[in-house]
């Protein structure tokens, strides 16, 4: 496995794998890797004849008051599953190396950044835009694989994608979970351990949700006040949003068309979680 840590040296391995007629797979994550982006790279193994991983801890997604200077990291952690899921580049630049003094580019997916995490984080999906595209030009992946976990951020990926024409097929993977449901995230190591347990309740109010479809019900407000409620049934959890949208555009429902994607984001304590399904008529 190679270890890259310069942008140039990124960018001659990938031309000269492309000159090869070598597929690449891109796997973009900020480390502390676990099961969820492991998923990732076992689909990006079996995809293509390439497998790249990135980790980078990018600070332009971070707003000012965020956890960025607490971000969990584990390289040598990170290196060993990187190996055990047979990856043949791990690309760790700098800061300095993605963000040259004097830097000034960005890319804004204008409509599809204000909603849901857009409201309440100003600025971070310009920062996840930028951060991406430059890694594709630096990886020059045919692939890249990213989490339904950030299903805000996929779709603007794939919209960037469009809008750009990038050559690059984008895959969404399901969320993969622990075994009370709460969605892997590195930052659930943030959470103390009542902060772990009291968790559990943003998957158990979207099973909820699911269950009430199951059930019949189709009043949009009905859904979002249960979800809203089981959360608060915990002191330790403040809302940011509850909200229902149209899968794709992420259009916030007035009435409860199917499939709906029903996406929350709350603080458990001082740690920000986000979770989301996909909610169909017969499931
Ligand atoms: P991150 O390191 O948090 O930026 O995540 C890197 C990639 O892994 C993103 O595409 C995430 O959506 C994905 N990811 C994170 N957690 C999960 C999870 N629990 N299940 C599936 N994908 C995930």
Aim: aromatic share 6%; with cysteine; proline share 5%.
């Amino acid at each position: 496995m190679k270890i890259i840590t310069i942008v140039d040296d990124m960018q001659v391995w990938a031309k000269a794998a492309r000159r090869n007629e070598q597929h690449i797979a891109f796997v973009p994550t900020m480390g502390f890797l676990h099961e969820g982006h492991l998923s990732l790279l076992r689909k990006g193994r079996r995809v293509a004849d390439q497998l790249v991983l990135s980790i980078f801890v990018n600070p332009t997604q971070f707003g000012p008051h965020e956890d960025f200077d607490r971000y969990p990291q584990d390289l040598e952690g990170d290196l060993a599953k990187a190996r055990s899921c047979n990856v043949d580049v791990v690309f760790v630049p700098t800061r300095d190396a993605m963000y040259q003094t004097n830097f000034q580019t960005s890319v804004n997916v204008c409509k599809l950044s204000q909603g849901l995490c857009g409201k309440s984080r100003p600025g971070h999906f310009q920062g996840v835009a930028t951060v991406v595209l430059k890694l594709f030009l630096v990886v020059q992946p045919d692939i890249a694989i990213f989490g339904e976990k950030d299903y805000q951020q996929l779709q603007v990926i794939r919209q960037m994608t469009r809008d750009l024409h990038l050559p690059i097929d984008i895959r969404g993977m399901p969320i993969v979970r622990e075994p009370d449901g709460l969605a892997m995230s590195s930052r659930n190591t943030l959470l103390t351990p009542e902060d772990r347990s009291v968790a559990r309740a943003l998957f158990q109010s979207l099973t909820q949700a699911q269950k009430m479809v199951h059930q019949g019900e189709t009043n949009l407000a009905v859904l979002t006040d249960a979800v809203r409620a089981h959360l608060l049934e915990s002191r330790r959890i403040t809302i940011d949003y509850v909200s229902l949208c149209q899968p794709e555009t992420l259009t916030p429902l007035t009435e409860l068309v199917f499939p709906a994607l029903l996406a929350i984001a709350v603080r458990v304590g001082n740690v920000r979680l986000i979770d989301n399904c996909i909610l169909k008529k017969n499931q």
